[in-house]
Antibody
Framework: EEGLVESGGGLVHPRGSLRLFCTAS????????MVWVRQAPGKGLEWISY????????YYANSVKGRFTISRDNAKNSLYLQMNSLRVEDTAVYYC?????????????WGQGTQVTVSS | EIVLTQSPGTLSLSPGESATLSCRAS???????LAWYQQKAGQAPRLLIY???SRATGIPDRFSGSGSGTDFTLTISRLEPEDFAVYYC??????????FGQGTKVEI
């Protein structure tokens, strides 16, 4: 069965760093573009980053640009999100998601999410 | 930047009734670039509809999408108990950015 599993979340102080991990299974990871999406407590969904199949294209939402870095290792079926200079407003559940097959318009597979809490 | 506005914020209905959820874009969106998701409490979102009309794998046919231009609709006919959730519309921009509406909660 196709799936994604995130890990690496936790409690971090403002201005701290955290690295999130997303491991894919059940499909050929290298054939899919990937994104990170987050959801602040009680709020809606926010797309934050995209990476192409061989990481030659990378995009970020303005809210995280310059602080977060997305990367992938196709040999390890893994997606990463390095988060630096964290702020209280970065507190959220972070999801990795797969872009739909042969299209990049929507996200057809999601992980269960990992909680990131930024607090002093 | 295209902004998606969903209405109503909350829809109170009973099982067996139909739900009509609206998603309005601040400027015209290609139908190919409009999707809908369902999110139940404590769970990840699930893709329901892509390309405005196409149901994702495994989605029952009581879910249907319609619309074009700036106005899109998700219809849930014959609500089942498991359909009570929050629904989000989402659009894709060719600059490789994605945006979501603020969500509509369908409650009993």
């Amino acid at each position: 069965e196709e799936g994604l599993v995130e890990s690496g979340g936790g409690l971090v102080h403002p201005r701290g760093s955290l690295r999130l991990f997303c491991t894919a299974s059940g499909f050929t990871f290298s054939r899919y573009e990937m994104v990170w999406v987050r959801q602040a407590p009680g709020k809606g969904l926010e797309w934050i980053s995209y990476i192409s199949k061989i990481d030659n294209y990378i995009y970020y939402a303005n809210s995280v640009k310059g602080r977060f870095t997305i990367s992938r290792d196709n040999a390890k079926n893994s997606l990463y999100l390095q988060m630096n200079s964290l702020r209280v407003e970065d507190t959220a559940v972070y999801y990795c998601a797969r872009l739909g097959p042969d299209r990049r318009t929507d996200f057809d597979i999601w992980g269960q999410g990992t909680q990131v809490t930024v607090s002093s | 930047e295209i902004v998606l506005t969903q209405s109503p914020g909350t829809l109170s209905l009973s099982p067996g009734e139909s739900a009509t959820l609206s998603c309005r874009a601040s400027q015209s969106v290609s139908s190919s670039y409009l999707a809908w998701y369902q999110q139940k409490a404590g769970q990840a979102p699930r893709l329901l509809i892509y390309g405005a009309y196409s149901r994702a794998t495994g989605i029952p046919d009581r879910f249907s999408g319609s619309g074009s231009g700036t106005d899109f609709t998700l219809t849930i006919s014959r609500l089942e108990p498991e359909d009570f959730a929050v629904y989000y519309c989402q659009q894709y921009d060719k600059s490789r950015t994605w945006a979501f509406g603020q969500g509509t909660k369908v409650e009993i």
